[in-house]
T-cell receptor, first 114, second 113 residues
């Protein structure tokens, strides 16, 4: 089945560690996005990529990094510089940069700092 | 800068009553508007979208929304809600000049029996 897959579903991180969240899509979409979701704050854009080997910072990029070496993959690394990383992270993709088409979402990864 | 504001953080309503979830947006260029629904611990799925044409847009599960350019609004409505409609609802916009998809803060719809 075509879709977008995030892994793992739950992730625990010790303070000071970097962790990488996986996002893979087999929809042949050009654009991919990472959002952070906190209660009462909606979805805030971390990074987005409209094409392979290119990506742009969103509204809250500090403490995060991404790569887009393959069309189907857009991993997000939460670095030790991110002071409050506990949140629900959502990855999305769309065929044409989400201009006039819907975005498809993964099931999310819940990251907890222990 | 573009933004989306959802005016109500929580909307409690009884089963079979009508509901309206409010969304206002700000943009200096033309936008495309979307409503998404999120069930607990899951991703988002599209309810409906406005791209152009008729200002009344019908979506899945009996939801509809009306685009009002003069009031910069895109309110979501359903004439009769079910318990299963309990979820969080997000309004979003995108535009061709930025390539970004921007979300509002979300509205939690609580349907009571």
């Amino acid at each position: 089945d075509g879709g977008i897959t995030q892994s793992p579903k739950y992730l625990f991180r010790k303070e000071g560690q970097n962790v990488t969240l996986s996002c893979e899509q087999n929809l042949n979409h050009d654009a991919m996005y990472w959002y952070r979701q906190d209660p009462g704050q909606g979805l805030r854009l971390i990074y987005y990529s409209q094409i392979v080997n290119d990506f742009q910072k969103g509204d809250i990029a500090e403490g995060y990094s991404v790569s887009r070496e393959k069309k189907e993959s857009f991993p997000l690394t939460v670095t030790s510089a991110q002071k409050n990383p506990t949140a629900f992270y959502l990855c999305a993709s769309s065929p044409q940069g989400a201009t006039n088409t819907e975005a498809f979402f993964g099931q999310g990864t819940r990251l907890t700092v222990v | 800068a573009q933004s989306v504001t959802q005016l109500d953080s929580q909307v409690p309503v009884f089963e079979e009553a009508p509901v309206e979830l409010r969304c206002n947006y700000s943009s200096s260029v033309s936008v495309y508007l979307f409503w998404y629904v999120q069930y607990p611990n899951q991703g988002l799925q599209l309810l409906l979208k406005y791209l152009s044409g008729s200002t009344l847009v019908k979506g899945i599960n009996g939801f509809e929304a009306e685009f009002n350019k003069s009031q910069t609004s895109f309110h979501l409505r359903k004439p009769s809600v079910h318990i299963s409609d309990t979820a969080e609802y997000f309004c979003a916009l995108s535009s061709s000049n930025t390539g970004k998809l921007i979300f509002g803060q979300g509205t939690t719809l609580q349907v009571k029996p």
